[in-house]
């Protein structure tokens, strides 16, 4: 059978058009498939992403399974539908896999978060137990497992005893969402809603454990006792599992300094990772990492962690610092904060490096691995 017609089915149960995670991911690979591939393509969906999905080719079909993860109905109504539509390669996005399948699949691996980092939710053993027992029968019984950066895989190698053959690593790519806005009024507004003071540093994304958000409102207040002119703007929505990022912000009395914007919009955000004076990203564990890359593309540098996969993504484009030391995050904000020639060299260099992660390119390697996975069988 010739490539392009080889049937493939996607696990679409997290399928979004949203512009972070795993739904994105999935949207991209998905949107790739059907503008390139001849052959039959079947989609599973749980609600209300199935009713929402528009069929556009008649080689396209997609299927309702309303499994979600960790369910019942994940090992079962799920498990009946994949046998059934018998598809020849089925590309698992996200590890949850009905134990019991056992027909050829490609599995990613975005990261080992819950291994390392289970954090306040995955408190109860049986929780713990589940995640184990699915995440290691998925990557066992692949044929091949993506890893969306060296360091995942080396995770992937380590922690679940998988040879390194059996792990290919595509990068993620970065939305074109992202970009350096000239109107200084559309970011004047955006300041305005969310009462911001400027300068700022801006941290984006969610408040678990593993994003080290007390740390960084540590090394503020380290900044602000140099008197540095300084506030903190964090985006994302309070988790009332992680009490502890608003319990620091209380502690160190710096309710003054910084703004909680909650979930901001695209267009918003994309509008203050080009009003902020620096990113910063504390994070003690990322697979890949994607914030630090798109405040590179709206032209503002950045600060990281040392950890992980953050110095692989960043690639030398980004100020280091060891995330478990609060002075240490302050004195490498310190130092680019205030030489504004190392601001330019990060500045002029990192918009052309992060426009190399393009989620055409990812969509098409992993295109070319279902191929040729079903090429060598």
Same mark, same amino acid.
């Given at each position: 059978?010739?490539?392009?017609?080889?049937?493939?089915?996607?696990?679409?149960?997290?399928?979004?058009?949203?512009?972070?995670?795993?739904?994105?991911?999935?949207?991209?690979?998905?949107?790739?498939?059907?503008?390139?591939?001849?052959?039959?393509?079947?989609?599973?969906?749980?609600?209300?992403?199935?009713?929402?999905?528009?069929?556009?080719?008649?080689?396209?079909?997609?299927?309702?399974?309303?499994?979600?993860?960790?369910?019942?109905?994940?090992?079962?109504?799920?498990?009946?539908?994949?046998?059934?539509?018998?598809?020849?390669?089925?590309?698992?996005?996200?590890?949850?896999?009905?134990?019991?399948?056992?027909?050829?699949?490609?599995?990613?691996?975005?990261?080992?978060?819950?291994?390392?980092?289970?954090?306040?939710?995955?408190?109860?053993?049986?929780?713990?137990?589940?995640?184990?027992?699915?995440?290691?029968?998925?990557?066992?019984?692949?044929?091949?497992?993506?890893?969306?950066?060296?360091?995942?895989?080396?995770?992937?190698?380590?922690?679940?005893?998988?040879?390194? +053959?059996? &792990?290919?690593? #595509?990068? =993620? /790519?970065?939305?074109?969402? *992202?970009? %350096?806005?000239?109107? $200084?009024?559309?970011? !004047?507004?955006?300041?305005?809603?969310?009462?911001?003071?400027?300068?700022?540093?801006?941290?984006?994304?969610?408040?678990?454990?593993?994003?080290?958000?007390?740390?960084?409102?540590?090394?503020?207040?380290?900044?602000?006792?140099?008197?540095?002119?300084?506030?903190?703007?964090?985006?994302?929505?309070?988790?009332?599992?992680?009490?502890?990022?608003?319990?620091?912000?209380?502690?160190?009395?710096?309710?003054?300094?910084?703004?909680?914007?909650?979930?901001?919009?695209?267009?918003?955000?994309?509008?203050?990772?080009?009003?902020?004076?620096?990113?910063?990203?504390?994070?003690?564990?990322?697979?890949?990492?994607?914030?630090?890359?798109?405040?590179?593309?709206?032209?503002?540098?950045?600060?990281?962690?040392?950890? +992980?996969? &953050?110095?692989? #993504?960043? =690639? /030398?484009?980004?100020?280091? *610092?060891? %995330?478990?030391?609060? $002075?240490?995050?302050? !004195?490498?904000?310190?130092?680019?904060?205030?030489?504004?020639?190392?601001?330019?060299?990060?500045?002029?260099?990192?918009?052309?490096?992060?426009?190399?992660?393009?989620?055409?390119?990812?969509?098409?390697?992993?295109?070319?691995?279902?191929?040729?996975?079903?090429?060598?069988?």
């Amino acid at each position: 059978m010739k490539n392009s017609q080889i049937h493939i089915g996607v696990d679409c149960r997290l399928f979004s058009s949203k512009f972070t995670g795993i739904g994105r991911y999935t949207h991209e690979i998905v949107n790739y498939l059907i503008a390139n591939h001849k052959g039959k393509i079947t989609l599973f969906f749980n609600d209300p992403e199935y009713s929402k999905f528009k069929i556009t080719k008649p080689n396209v079909q997609k299927i309702l399974v309303n499994s979600p993860h960790y369910s019942f109905a994940e090992q079962t109504k799920f498990l009946i539908a994949l046998n059934k539509a018998n598809a020849d390669i089925v590309h698992f996005p996200h590890f949850n896999i009905p134990i019991f399948y056992n027909k050829p699949y490609i599995v990613t691996i975005h990261d080992l978060i819950l291994s390392f980092f289970p954090g306040n939710k995955m408190t109860r053993f049986y929780h713990r137990w589940a995640y184990q027992i699915v995440l290691k029968n998925s990557v066992i019984k692949a044929k091949k497992i993506i890893s969306v950066s060296n360091s995942t895989k080396e995770d992937i190698k380590k922690h679940l005893k998988i040879k390194a +053959s059996k &792990i290919k690593t #595509i990068y =993620n /790519g970065v939305s074109d969402s *992202f970009f %350096p806005v000239k109107s $200084q009024s559309a970011l !004047d507004k955006t300041l305005k809603k969310y009462k911001i003071k400027t300068p700022f540093l801006l941290y984006t994304g969610v408040w678990r454990s593993h994003k080290n958000l007390p740390r960084l409102i540590e090394a503020l207040q380290i900044l602000k006792n140099k008197n540095l002119d300084l506030s903190l703007v964090i985006t994302g929505k309070p988790d009332p599992h992680y009490p502890e990022v608003l319990n620091t912000i209380k502690n160190l009395n710096l309710k003054n300094d910084i703004t909680l914007t909650g979930l901001v919009g695209e267009s918003e955000l994309n509008h203050l990772y080009n009003a902020a004076k620096i990113y910063t990203f504390p994070s003690l564990y990322e697979g890949f990492g994607l914030p630090p890359l798109e405040a590179m593309k709206c032209l503002t540098p950045v600060v990281a962690s040392n950890v +992980s996969s &953050i110095p692989e #993504i960043c =690639n /030398g484009n980004a100020i280091l *610092f060891n %995330p478990y030391s609060p $002075q240490d995050i302050a !004195d490498k904000i310190e130092l680019l904060y205030k030489d504004t020639d190392l601001q330019a060299d990060l500045i002029g260099r990192s918009k052309q490096y992060a426009e190399k992660f393009t989620w055409q390119k990812t969509a098409e390697e992993t295109y070319k691995l279902l191929c040729s996975y079903h090429s060598k069988n």
